[in-house]
């Protein structure tokens, strides 16, 4: 069984390994759902914006070109990811929006620094969700919102199920409930927010699916958060992407093999 530190460590060398083709083709719902948080802070465009796990860019991406007399500060432990935000970013010559490597749990900024803050698909990678959500909002000021999103039950189902049995058959370790299944209901969020001290908790509810073929499955599986276990599986890689490939096939309609990305929007504001 794993530690945090090591979970840590892990989560760190899947996102660097990942991070060229992160976010891209198949698993183009991670900019999109990112175009949807930048609306759902409904900013004004002066604001300061704190994105912790940004990733790619994902979301600082969209919110800075939502902020034109604004500032994003991304923040993410993922050298690897951190690099391709800041070529999209310099790409589109958005100069308000900077770069810092910092772990969500131990954040340097002193409290009530930004407007608002976001986390895109990063709280359930921690094993204190409530701690760490509260953590992010001491960097707020009081009145500001703290925005977080993360997948539904039914999300990537019933092909992640399917993955995850066959990663079983072949001995690899997997938990009964990955991350995201953490915070996937409502009760559960609502119980992180209240934890956390955020008041006017709301959760808007955004089916962001669409049709793919099994290599594009296999595409998200390889570029994403199964990585890690993949890995896992030495030589027998090829084996193993055949034989889940096979077993996903049936499940293909005229129109492919449908991706299911059901997502929780969920605000709550900072108290005063």
Partial sequence: MQNEEQRKKLTQKTFN???KDYGLGPSRFFHSSGEVMAELLDLKGNESVLDVASGTGATALHLARKLPQGQVTAVDFSSGMLEQARMKATEEGLSNLTFEFHDMTQLPFEPHSYGHATCAFGLFFVEDMSGTLK??????????????????????????????????????????QMGWQRMSKVSQLEEIFIQSGLN???????????????????DIVWNAGFRGFVEQLDNKIDEFKQAHLEEVLPLCSDKGLWLEIDINFTIGVKAL
């Fill in 17 to 19: 390994t990942v991070a």
């Fill in 135 to 176: 953590h992010i909002a001491n960097t707020v000021k009081p009145g500001g919102k703290i925005l977080i999103s993360g997948f539904r039950g039914n999300s990537f189902q019933p092909m992640a199920q399917l993955l995850l049995d066959r990663f079983r058959s072949y001995g690899l370790e997997i938990p009964q």
């Fill in 200 to 218: 006017d908790m709301y959760i808007q509810k955004r089916s962001m699916g669409y049709h793919i073929d099994p290599e594009d499955w296999w």
